[in-house]
RNA sequence: GAGGGUAUAGCUCAGCUGGUAGAGCAGCGGCCUUUUAAGCCGUUGGCCGAAGGUUCGAAUCCUUCUACCCUCACCA
């Protein structure tokens, strides 16, 4: 750092601003390197960082990356002016530069900017993380690469120099909730904003964070889910709503968890969960075509395949399947029994339900590789959802599995107000019993089921998730561009 | 919350059973007018994550702490 405050001032003291204003770029380094014979010997501006630099005494190879790629450049001392031929030697890797020349090919065949101006962009004062790559043959060999995985996600900044893969994951991670809004936008739903901070939350069965509002001098939570608010708007009468936002839970963290995550929550009158199943099978296999251009895609190794229709299990039979037990109507001992016989550990205040879906996360998720929607829950495990059409015991509920873990969450919507209000005081009931991501109750969102809600089919969707699934990437931290981390200590 | 692993130069890493810190790249000074992991010659750089302890002597052994990674637990 000490040697580029000095270079600083160098370029200073020839009259340079090293910090200017603007540069016309006329292209984009590919648009050039992929359609060189457009440009040959015309007369390109192009800018960048500077991302390596060979210097040869009189003259200078040197590569800057742009948004879209890199482009070489070449710079002769008798082709540029002397303030530029010397400012050009006080540059470093990692400057941001702006170039303007000729586009030629060199004998070994690549695409170059023979300079005829260099202009400083920006003078950078830190160092670069050197990555050097070699092609041999087809492969890309990189030598030195940044990797450190706690550098690279509190200075993602530098991650993104450096690493063009990572900048390549949140492209295609745009894409998807792009493709999602569009989705949606073209069936007609409304995509709506409703309240992060609640006084009341719900939605889901987690812990939320706590803030607190001066003025009111009231708790606020932050919500863990869209779901009462969305519900609210299709009782005040639209047809389709839906939500893109980030929720928060205040749970651990791991591979598939961050504290703030973002949620795809859609709500869909007149429609149930079997509609809502086609909904999901057409949506995702839709962003895959979009994306790669067909429906079977690569994650970790395997063949995951999108296309729909995706095989439909109730949850009891997929229980069966891989466990030999069927579950259907087993009284809490039986099913703490099999829970024992299985190796699976249970909590005192654990109800039928709650059993019955740690059996299942133990022995059936994993096995879920294909996209499977697991159907039909226990009525206890689903407080907001309706009640089976044959079965009062069960709701009519589907979660997809892809690749061993869930994706999304949904249901035909619990409607009927006094059933809903029942289920919540079911609720209260495990609160009391202390489990702590039971859910409260919530009279407002009472007195609107009261002023009658149609049938409705509901949705949620965790989009990290499913960026992990299109991007081929083993942990939720590398598709958020800042994943949670502890503080750093202070330099 | 539990267990395991990692922490050495700006980056990537060596450093054996304790003997006083090393390479490549980057940087700096040279040479070089088509190189591309450019090359050649020379050279700077370290509180060995933090604090304590054992020892004549600690990057190395011990304890505690911190951060990150992995697995599990919790959990959409």
């Known amino acids: 750092m000490r040697g580029r405050r000095d270079k600083l001032e160098q370029i200073k003291s020839l009259g340079i601003n090293p910090y200017p204003y603007n540069f016309k770029r006329s292209h984009f380094s590919v648009e050039?390197?992929?359609?060189?014979?457009?440009f040959l010997e015309k007369e390109v501006q192009v800018s960048g960082r500077l991302m390596s630099k060979r210097g040869h005494g009189k003259t200078s190879f040197a590569h800057i990356m742009d948004s879209k790629g890199r482009i070489q450049l070449y710079v002769r001392k008798d082709r540029i002016s002397e303030q530029d031929f010397e400012l050009f030697g006080l540059l470093?890797?990692?400057d941001i530069v702006g170039i303007k020349g000729e586009v030629f090919?060199?004998?070994?065949?690549?695409?170059?900017?023979?300079?005829?101006?260099?202009?400083?962009?920006?003078?950078t004062l830190r160092p670069l993380p050197i990555v050097k790559e070699k092609q041999e043959g087809d492969e890309k060999v990189v030598f030195d690469q940044f990797a450190d995985k706690e550098l690279r996600y509190r200075q993602r900044y530098v991650d993104l120099i450096v690493n063009p893969e990572v900048r390549d994951v949140f492209v295609t991670r745009s894409k998807v909730i792009s493709k999602i809004r569009h989705f949606f936008d073209n069936l007609g739903f409304l995509e709506v904003e409703t309240p992060v901070l609640q006084p009341i939350y719900g939605g889901a069965s987690?812990?939320?964070?706590?803030?607190?509002?001066?003025?009111?001098?009231?708790?606020?939570?932050?919500?863990?889910a869209d779901e009462l608010y969305l519900k609210r708007l299709i009782v005040g009468g639209y047809d389709g709503v839906y939500e893109i936002s980030k929720d928060f839970r205040n749970e651990g963290m791991d591979r598939f968890h961050n504290p703030e995550f973002t949620m795809m929550e859609v709500y869909v009158a007149y429609q149930d969960y079997h509609y809502m199943m086609e909904l999901v099978e057409t949506m995702v296999s839709s962003i895959a075509k979009d994306i790669y251009g067909k429906t079977k895609i690569t994650h970790q190794g395997r063949e995951i395949d999108l296309t729909p229709p995706w095989k439909r299990v109730k949850l009891f039979d997929s229980i069966e399947e891989y466990t030999g037990e069927n579950l259907y109507g087993k009284s809490l001992d039986e099913l703490r029994k099999v829970a024992k016989d299985l190796h699976i550990e249970t909590e005192d205040f654990w109800r039928e339900g709650?059993?019955?879906?740690?059996?299942?996360?133990?022995?059936?998720?994993?096995?879920?590789?294909?996209?499977?929607?697991?159907?039909?829950?226990?009525?206890?495990?689903s407080p907001l959802a309706k009640r089976h059409r044959d079965d009062p015991k069960l709701v009519e509920r589907f979660?997809?599995?892809?690749?061993?873990?869930?994706?999304?969450?949904?249901f035909s919507e619990l409607n009927d107000p006094i059933d809903q209000r029942e289920r919540f005081l079911a609720q209260q009931k495990l609160?009391?019993?202390?489990?702590?991501?039971?859910?409260?109750?919530?009279?407002?969102?009472?007195?609107?089921l009261e002023y009658g809600m149609p049938p409705t089919a509901g949705l949620g969707i965790g989009i990290d998730r499913l960026v992990m699934l299109f991007t081929d990437q083993p942990s939720i931290r590398d598709v958020l561009l800042f994943p949670h981390m502890r503080p750093e200590k202070n330099e």
Request: proline share 5%; no cysteine; hydrophobic share 40%.
């Open 206 to 224: 987690a812990r939320p964070f706590v803030t607190h509002h001066n003025a009111l001098d009231m708790e606020l939570y932050l919500r863990v």
């Open 354 to 381: 709650k059993i019955i879906d740690e059996i299942f996360s133990e022995k059936v998720e994993p096995n879920l590789i294909q996209p499977t929607f697991i159907t039909d829950y226990p009525v206890e495990l």
């Open 431 to 448: 609160l009391e019993l202390g489990d702590d991501e039971a859910q409260m109750l919530d009279n407002d969102y009472l007195r609107a």
């Open 92 to 94: 470093d890797i990692g």
């Open 32 to 38: 050039i390197t992929q359609n060189t014979d457009d």
């Open 399 to 410: 979660e997809p599995f892809i690749v061993g873990g869930e994706i999304g969450n949904a």
């Open 105 to 123: 090919v060199t004998r070994t065949g690549e695409t170059t900017v023979k300079a005829k101006s260099v202009e400083l962009l920006s003078k």
